[in-house]
């Protein structure tokens, strides 16, 4: 029984390989105990996983939601749709999924965040750049800094209205302040771009 496996031990039942992250990404979405369409569950994942983790794809999501239902974690089922769509499908967790989401959560290994810095990778190239460029590189990220701060902290302030979205609110006010201290983390290197010499 998958609550019984240690959390890395959770496997996709068709290949025996252990679940990818993007696994327990969208069976974490469904352990709020909805029934979610794959649409549903990417609208979700834009306004609280891609502040800290990343939003997948709708590829990803079904071919997601395809594995988990195979592994037993998920059930799904058709929805008559009254508009002259075609149906809806919908995906809700099962004791199986919740169990091992749980076990994952208590149990996986706590690793290093991976830092992947397009900017800083670009300035620390500053070099080859032509003079003033890295400047407004960091402006325009400084600017994306701020939208994105923003964005967290009017999606914090929606998942209030739901008490089952205490969790994701913390995490959402954590982003909001990530990319606060982004926003003024370029402005410091701005500063400091003015003391560098010719």
Do not use: C
């Not at 089952?164 to 410091?188: G, I, K, M, T």
Request: net charge neutral.
């Amino acid at each position: 029984m998958a609550g019984k496996r240690g959390a890395e031990d959770a496997e996709d039942l068709g290949t025996g390989r252990p679940l990818p992250p993007t696994s327990w990404a969208v069976l974490g979405l469904l352990s709020f105990e909805r029934e979610l369409s794959g649409y549903d569950l990417k609208k979700w994942a834009d306004k609280s996983l891609g502040f800290f983790y990343w939003s997948p794809s709708f590829s990803q999501i079904y071919s997601e939601l395809k594995r988990l239902e195979g592994a037993g974690y998920v059930t799904s089922r058709t929805v008559p749709q009254t508009t002259g769509n075609r149906d809806k499908r919908i995906y809700a967790i099962t004791d199986a999924g919740r169990a091992a989401v749980r076990e994952w959560a208590r149990g996986a290994p706590v690793e290093p965040p991976v830092l992947k810095h397009g900017v800083m990778l670009r300035l620390w190239l500053g070099h080859l750049l032509e003079p003033g460029r890295a400047a407004d590189v960091l402006r325009e990220h400084q600017a994306y800094a701020e939208k994105m701060r923003d964005r967290a902290g009017a999606d914090a302030e929606a998942a209030r209205d739901d008490p089952s979205w205490a969790y994701p609110e913390l995490v959402l006010r954590w982003a909001e302040r990530y990319y606060a201290a982004e926003r003024d983390l370029a402005a410091r290197m701005l500063a400091d771009l003015q003391n560098l010499t010719p």
